[in-house]
């Protein structure tokens, strides 16, 4: 039997955190591989810190929602929220599985051609697109959802030079119950300046309006607010038809649906919280149906479902640095990952499970990261067995943001590994070097050399 590392008993000022009607929690179930594939063998291949996406996992949560919309709807289409994940070989999961992209930048944009996605079967989202970014989706015929006047006269004007009508809609913003409402990004509903953007590109006869396009929120909460962006736009599509006699082939509600995640703060855990996709499905699907539209008019349903698709897929391995004890008693424990490359830290309450056996005693924690800032927390307060230096740990659903929002601030950014069907495992993004990083970087002459 391993001996027990002796730690000094302290007394200590009790810091239990927000409590809730199941009182403080606890995460006392190792978690030792992911879909077969042992964690300390992840670890030992592919180094510490490492994230892990799990094919499987995409395959499943992807086919799951698509059933859910296409058993209530019979025209639906989901393309794939680039923003959230976009290395390619998570992006070509979803395209495999039948998804278009959206996509909110030539970056973007370009990442997707490069995947094999047909221009055709891309969404160019997002405030800016350079001339040279709309002539290349124009020559592609990929769907432009308009999000300003600026941007609509700048269509306009590159239209002048071309044979092709693009096929547009625009983005709308509207009061849907939910406060603060979002209405950065398209025309507002409510004071017509939707309607005013849709009859400029009717009457300028070089576009081919085409659809409708609202992102209500993130991480949103109530299956009812996308009820009313329904039911706001199908008013919009209803006054297209006998107005402009334009037929609007698509509307599109955007993402926003929450993943399994629990918010940081959150009285209840998010298994408590969160509407399912079910009852999003029912929510959207229920209020076109009921609109109106005789059958073969239905227009196409597209979802632009990011986090609530990816977060489950995603997992963080990393290990323990060391223990200390802070001013007022607490235990902290600083871990080889930090909000660098976890970023989802600062809103979430992420769940974090030890990757080896443990004793049963427990101690309500602080998880720092390894870098030089005092916001680097992972956890304010967990309550977790006692961890030692080399201890690894799994952070549960961090798919979603995390590998497109880090970055190499002090620690460089880790590899990032697939686990396929099969269960063999994939570098899909090789860890960062310093090569790699000073690759961009010039060095003027007078500045080369220095003697200290």
């Given at each position: 039997?391993?001996?027990?590392?002796?730690?000094?008993?302290?007394?200590?000022?009790?810091n239990a955190g927000l409590m809730?009607?199941?009182?403080?929690?606890?995460?006392?179930?190792?978690?030792?591989?992911?879909?077969?594939?042992?964690?300390?063998?992840?670890?030992?291949?592919?180094?510490?810190?490492?994230?892990?996406?799990?094919?499987?996992?995409?395959?499943?949560?992807?086919?799951?929602?698509?059933?859910?919309?296409?058993?209530?709807?019979?025209?639906?289409?989901?393309?794939?929220?680039?923003?959230?994940?976009?290395?390619?070989?998570?992006?070509?999961?979803?395209?495999?599985?039948?998804?278009?992209?959206?996509?909110?930048?030539?970056?973007?944009?370009?990442?997707?051609?490069?995947?094999?996605?047909?221009?055709?079967?891309?969404?160019?989202?997002?405030?800016?697109?350079?001339?040279?970014?709309?002539?290349?989706?124009?020559?592609?015929?990929?769907?432009?959802?308009?999000?300003?006047?600026?941007?609509?006269?700048?269509?306009?004007?590159?239209?002048?030079?071309?044979?092709?009508?693009?096929?547009?809609?625009?983005?709308?913003?509207?009061?849907?119950?939910?406060?603060?409402?979002?209405?950065?990004?398209?025309?507002?509903?409510?004071?017509?300046?939707?309607?005013?953007?849709?009859?400029?590109?009717?009457?300028?006869?070089?576009?081919?309006?085409?659809?409708?396009?609202?992102?209500?929120?993130?991480?949103?909460?109530?299956?009812?607010?996308?009820?009313?962006?329904?039911?706001?736009?199908?008013?919009?599509?209803?006054?297209?038809?006998?107005?402009?006699?334009?037929?609007?082939?698509?509307?599109?509600?955007?993402?926003?649906?929450?993943?399994?995640?629990?918010?940081?703060?959150?009285?209840?855990?998010?298994?408590?919280?969160?509407?399912?996709?079910?009852?999003?499905?029912?929510?959207?699907?229920?209020?076109?149906l009921n609109a109106g539209f005789?059958?073969?008019?239905?227009?196409?349903?597209?979802?632009?479902?990011?986090?609530?698709?990816?977060?489950?897929?995603?997992?963080?391995?990393?290990?323990?640095?060391?223990?200390?004890?802070?001013?007022?008693?607490?235990?902290?424990?600083?871990?080889?990952?930090?909000?660098?490359?976890?970023?989802?830290?600062?809103?979430?309450?992420?769940?974090?499970?030890?990757?080896?056996?443990?004793?049963?005693?427990?101690?309500?924690?602080?998880?720092?990261?390894?870098?030089?800032?005092?916001?680097?927390?992972?956890?304010?307060?967990?309550?977790?067995?006692?961890?030692?230096?080399?201890?690894?740990?799994?952070?549960?659903?961090?798919?979603?943001?995390?590998?497109?929002?880090?970055?190499?601030?002090?620690q460089m950014r880790p590899n990032?590994?697939?686990?396929?069907?099969?269960?063999?495992?994939?570098?899909?993004?090789?860890?960062?070097?310093?090569?790699?990083?000073?690759?961009?970087?010039?060095?003027?002459?007078?500045?080369?050399?220095?003697?200290?």
């Amino acid at each position: 039997m391993q001996k027990l590392r002796y730690e000094r008993p302290v007394i200590q000022k009790m810091n239990a955190g927000l409590m809730n009607k199941f009182g403080t929690r606890t995460e006392y179930e190792p978690v030792k591989q992911i879909d077969g594939v042992a964690v300390k063998a992840i670890i030992e291949q592919y180094g510490s810190p490492v994230f892990v996406i799990s094919e499987r996992s995409i395959r499943r949560t992807y086919q799951d929602a698509v059933r859910a919309f296409k058993t209530r709807y019979p025209k639906v289409q989901f393309a794939w929220s680039y923003k959230t994940n976009y290395i390619n070989a998570v992006c070509n999961v979803f395209h495999q599985e039948g998804s278009w992209a959206e996509v909110v930048s030539g970056f973007e944009y370009n990442k997707a051609l490069g995947n094999g996605v047909p221009g055709n079967k891309i969404i160019f989202n997002g405030p800016e697109k350079t001339n040279e970014e709309l002539k290349q989706a124009i020559e592609n015929e990929s769907l432009i959802h308009i999000d300003h006047f600026d941007e609509l006269y700048q269509l306009i004007d590159i239209c002048e030079h071309t044979s092709k009508k693009p096929r547009v809609a625009i983005r709308v913003n509207m009061d849907t119950g939910i406060y603060p409402m979002w209405d950065r990004f398209g025309f507002n509903y409510e004071n017509g300046s939707a309607w005013n953007a849709l009859t400029k590109i009717v009457a300028s006869g070089k576009l081919q309006l085409t659809g409708l396009h609202c992102h209500i929120g993130t991480y949103m909460l109530s299956s009812e607010a996308y009820a009313v962006a329904a039911k706001k736009l199908i008013s919009l599509a209803q006054d297209c038809k006998t107005k402009l006699d334009t037929t609007i082939l698509y509307l599109d509600l955007g993402g926003g649906f929450p993943s399994a995640n629990t918010l940081r703060g959150a009285y209840l855990p998010a298994s408590d919280t969160n509407p399912s996709l079910e009852e999003f499905a029912e929510a959207i699907t229920n209020t076109i149906l009921n609109a109106g539209f005789k059958t073969d008019e239905l227009p196409l349903l597209i979802l632009e479902t990011g986090r609530a698709l990816i977060d489950e897929a995603g997992y963080l391995l990393g290990t323990v640095l060391a223990n200390k004890r802070l001013s007022d008693g607490r235990r902290a424990t600083i871990m080889d990952f930090g909000v660098n490359i976890m970023f989802t830290s600062f809103w979430y309450e992420h769940k974090i499970s030890p990757a080896q056996d443990f004793t049963h005693h427990t101690e309500d924690m602080v998880l720092y990261g390894p870098l030089c800032m005092n916001i680097d927390v992972v956890r304010e307060t967990i309550n977790l067995p006692l961890l030692n230096r080399g201890d690894h740990v799994v952070v549960h659903r961090v798919g979603a943001y995390n590998m497109t929002q880090w970055m190499q601030f002090i620690q460089m950014r880790p590899n990032v590994v697939m686990i396929d069907e099969k269960g063999n495992t994939h570098l899909i993004r090789e860890a960062e070097s310093l090569p790699y990083i000073e690759q961009l970087e010039k060095m003027p002459g007078h500045l080369a050399q220095f003697t200290l």
